[in-house]
């Protein structure tokens, strides 16, 4: 007890080779003591070493066969995509007298994603994501791809973590001859001192639409607006778009259909980041935009929803969820407009997009 506790000081001030040695003093002293085995195999999960940690684990395991342990380690399993061994852990995990009910449903959805994800990976779909190159792609952060109807210009997200003053902007680039040019900054008014991102664009590159928080105007926390490209090419100043669309929640990732008259995108509880669903709106004829509505439930799960992007079909809309069965947190997922304007069961897109 004594190597344990001084390895728990050691881990809340950082000290984490320090406490990985008071571990194994107290493994040594006491085998079956399986709490020294079970931190130490948190601390290598902390350190991105499933490996290791399931040499701790394993032991903690064998030492105490406790409910408790069997639930750590198969979640921290889970969370590194080592599906089979996850749900062995979990399966010991549902079945023990000992397992508490608050645990349970995370328990068995991960053993859901468990089994999906070991037989999907049987069955690998064709995908081979390709680096867009050194004309778009830098040492700083790209994000939030968006792309016109034509192909041709494609607008991004870009921060810059090394600069003094972390600011979101708005990137471009081109597609000449079959190579994408050089991107550089939106022209205009568009970019601010604030941080601008999460944008799509309109189908004819006209028009664009994209999220901004804490601005003097907003509605709340993060609020949709819009601008509009100029003859010349450059950007309009942003305009929130207003109360139909922003509440007191956030709003953020839209997506606007094809044909310009249906913004899809994201709400979420201001007090809980970890719910948020997909919601609309549709332009009306008198150019107002109607009251937001919420996404059927076929579509929205009790988990999370983000990243919506309809397809300029019109009828395909994509997005992730972490509240439905799939490869373990957020996932692809697709759905289809039905003739009756109903959308059909959204299928996961599988391995390896989903990993």
């Given at each position: 007890m004594r190597y344990f506790n001084e390895a728990r000081a050691y881990y809340s001030e950082g000290e984490l080779d320090e406490a990985l040695e008071h571990l194994d003093k107290a493994l040594k002293r006491s085998p079956e003591f399986a709490d020294?085995?079970?931190m130490a195999g948190q601390i290598w999960v902390d350190r991105n070493d499933i490996d290791r940690a399931n040499q701790y684990f394993d032991r903690a395991w064998q030492a105490s066969g406790a409910a408790y342990v069997a639930f750590q380690a198969g979640m921290a399993n889970y969370s590194f995509g080592e599906y089979a061994r996850s749900l062995e852990f979990l399966q010991a995990y549902v079945q023990s007298e000992k397992a508490r009910q608050a645990y349970m449903d995370a328990a068995e959805k991960a053993m859901a994603d468990c089994r999906f994800a070991l037989e999907a990976m049987?069955?690998?779909?064709?995908?081979e994501p390709l680096n867009m190159g050194g004309a778009v792609n830098s040492a700083a952060m790209e994000y939030f791809p968006s792309i016109s109807a034509d192909g041709l210009t494609l607008v991004f997200t870009y921060r810059n973590p090394e600069a003094t003053k972390r600011d979101e902007d708005f990137f471009y680039s081109t597609l000449r001859d079959s190579v994408w040019q050089a991107s550089g900054p939106l022209p205009g008014r568009l970019n601010t001192a604030l941080n601008e991102g999460a944008q799509s664009v309109s189908a004819d590159g006209n028009r664009l639409f994209f999220v901004g928080c804490n601005r003097m105007e907003g509605k709340g926390s993060c609020d949709i607006y819009t601008a509009i490209r100029r003859e010349d090419g450059s950007w309009s100043q942003a305009v929130n778009m207003g109360d139909s669309i922003n509440t007191a929640n956030w709003e953020t990732q839209p997506s606007i259909s094809p044909d310009g008259r249906t913004l899809y995108f994201i709400r979420g509880a201001k007090r809980d980041p970890k719910s948020s669903d997909l919601w609309y709106s549709t332009l009306h004829s008198n150019g107002y935009w109607t009251r937001a509505r919420r996404m059927p439930s076929m579509v929205n799960s009790p988990?999370?929803?983000?990243?919506?992007?309809?397809?300029?079909?019109?009828?395909?809309?994509?997005?992730?969820?972490?509240g439905r069965v799939g490869m373990g947190s957020l996932d692809f997922f697709v759905?289809?407009?039905?003739?009756?304007?109903?959308?059909?069961?959204?299928?996961?897109?599988?391995?390896?997009?989903?990993?």
């Open positions: 020294p085995a079970l049987k069955h690998p779909s064709d995908f988990g999370r929803e983000s990243s919506p992007f309809i397809h300029f079909d019109n009828q395909t809309l994509y997005f992730s969820s972490d759905t289809r407009k039905q003739k009756d304007g109903s959308w059909s069961e959204p299928q996961n897109l599988g391995f390896p997009i989903n990993g």
